[in-house]
């Protein structure tokens, strides 16, 4: 049975509103007398639950509504190739006052939309212009000749990068207004936890844009459609005031990790008397285990994807250590001495499952579409029992147990360590009881997903 706590990124959207007539009183300007001549490109956003924004913090729609997201849009005679540039938005900021997303200045479509063409007053054109959308969240201000990000940097101080500390973290870099091809957004992870920002692109929503450009009938351009989860390339202006519809979805992959005790027996649980003994966690430590290493710690994000909700990277394997302890984000409940031993609020390891990390965060990482992910785990935990016999009247046993566990998905087109997913580390302490007239079998270092560390015997 598998036991690696694999939790999907939630599937379910939220829609909300976007520009409208109304928008003046927003400050955006819609000339309401000719919006089937000249009709603005609004948007409209899906987000999924439970992503992480900007700028820290698992993002939710409300927080994608603080922090607002970024469009590059490309005009182009022609299909979509890499030589187009972000001449028609670049890093465009799309903020929400309620009940709509806005942004300024005002964009409208392009009104050549090829020779078939024919308004209420016989007007044609002979060319046909097309828009491609791509988006990021959370939003960043950047300088457009070099992309170079000019908001407050995110600084990872106390953490086991090299260098240290990291000055910033999060979104480092846009790609820039001259740069031919999708727009890219460089990306460095966090070692500590709350300091990880979530990064979001925009693609199809559920279900798929679908729309009818101005086009007639017969026209083969005139219908529009994108499936799920792909960029939202060489739209043409549609044939009433329907919005441009991202469905953000998550490029990296988020790791937790829980802690729980299993006494006596295989699964988690059994009895553990903690006027006696209690376990306290002094470290857990994270590093790739691959030969060569896989797992990424900075890298670009293509806003472009290749398949259906993939996240498309551009990255080489970094030097990952993620640790957590006593000074770096380590769940005070899990943390104690002996000196701790009566304290209810120390309780350490129980036989429920307790979080490792502090404050409800996760590290987010760069996943390798594909590719599964292996990682070596460390925790340094000491069993304290109590027991005026011995000397200091406490029995004190240190273990640094260390397992290599793997991280992969085998959904359909998802495979390997897969961005928009969320996993959980299940440390596993195994404790198995010193019996009268029974052999003490040795510990053991057993199953494939759950990390057992370690596994007590049948």
């Known amino acids: 049975m598998k036991r690696m706590y694999l939790f999907l990124a939630a599937a379910a959207m939220l829609l909300t509103t976007a520009c409208s007539n109304d928008d003046a009183a927003n400050g955006v300007a819609l000339d309401s007398q000719t919006t089937a001549a000249n009709l603005a490109v609004?948007?409209?956003?899906?987000?999924?639950?439970?992503?992480?924004?900007?700028?820290?913090?698992?993002?939710?729609t409300t927080q994608l509504q603080t922090?607002?997201?970024?469009?590059?849009?490309?005009?182009?005679e022609d299909v979509w190739t890499a030589?187009?540039?972000?001449?028609?938005?670049?890093?465009?900021?799309?903020?929400?006052?309620?009940?709509?997303?806005?942004?300024s200045p005002l964009k409208y479509w392009p009104n050549e939309t090829g020779s078939n063409n024919i308004d209420?007053?016989?007007?044609?054109?002979?060319?046909?212009?097309?828009?491609?959308?791509?988006?990021?969240?959370?939003?960043?201000?950047?300088?457009v000749a070099d992309g170079k990000v000019t908001s407050t940097a995110i600084t990872d101080v106390d953490n086991e990068a090299t260098p240290n500390p990291l000055t910033n973290v999060g979104i480092t870099a846009l790609s820039a207004n001259d740069a031919a091809g999708a727009a890219k957004v460089t990306?460095?992870?966090?070692?500590?936890?709350?300091?990880?920002?979530d990064l979001l692109w925009g693609v199809a929503p559920a279900g798929g844009l679908d729309y009818q450009s101005v086009n007639p009938a017969n026209n083969a351009n005139a219908h529009i459609t994108r499936l799920e989860g792909t960029p939202l390339i060489d739209l043409m202006k549609p044939d009433k005031d329907q919005k441009i519809k991202f469905l953000f979805k998550h490029a990296l992959a988020r790791l937790g990790m829980t802690v729980v005790a299993a006494v006596d027996q295989i699964a988690p649980g059994g009895s553990l008397d903690k006027t006696e003994t209690k376990i306290f966690v002094n470290s857990v430590t994270i590093t790739d285990a691959s030969s060569p290493k896989t797992i990424a710690t900075t890298g670009d994000?293509?806003?472009?994807?290749?398949?259906?909700?993939?996240a498309n990277w551009e990255a080489s394997a970094g030097d990952l250590k993620l640790v957590i302890n006593s000074s770096r984000e380590l769940n005070s409940a899990l943390i104690g001495t002996k000196s701790d031993f009566a304290n209810a609020e120390k309780p350490g390891v129980t036989t429920s499952e307790t979080p490792v990390i502090a404050g409800g965060n996760y590290f987010m990482l760069i996943p390798t579409p594909g590719q599964a992910a292996n990682l070596d785990v460390t925790i340094d935990y000491t069993v304290i029992t109590k027991d005026t016999n011995v000397d200091g009247e406490y029995a004190i046993t240190n273990n640094v147990i260390t397992k290599q566990i793997t991280l992969n998905s085998t959904e359909t087109g998802h495979t390997g360590f897969t961005n928009n997913k969320s996993y959980n580390l299940k440390l596993i302490l195994g404790l198995?009881?010193?019996?009268?007239?029974?052999?003490?079998?040795?510990?053991?270092?057993?199953?494939?997903?759950?990390?057992?560390l370690p596994r007590n015997n049948e």
């Not at 990306?187 to 920002?197: C, G, L, N, R």
């Open 120 to 143: 209420d007053n016989g007007a044609r054109s002979g060319k046909l212009e097309r828009l491609t959308f791509f988006a990021y969240a959370p939003y960043v201000e950047a300088t």
């Open 301 to 310: 994000l293509i806003l472009k994807n290749n398949s259906a909700g993939v």
């Open 187 to 197: 990306y460095q992870i966090a070692y500590t936890p709350s300091k990880s920002v």
């Open 432 to 452: 198995t009881s010193v019996k009268l007239a029974a052999e003490v079998a040795d510990w053991q270092l057993e199953g494939d997903t759950d990390v057992n």
């Open 67 to 76: 922090t607002g997201f970024g469009v590059f849009a490309y005009q182009s």
């Open 42 to 60: 609004g948007f409209d956003t899906y987000t999924a639950n439970a992503t992480r924004s900007g700028q820290t913090g698992v993002m939710n």
């Open 83 to 103: 030589t187009n540039k972000p001449d028609f938005m670049y890093n465009q900021h799309v903020t929400y006052t309620t009940p709509s997303w806005i942004y």
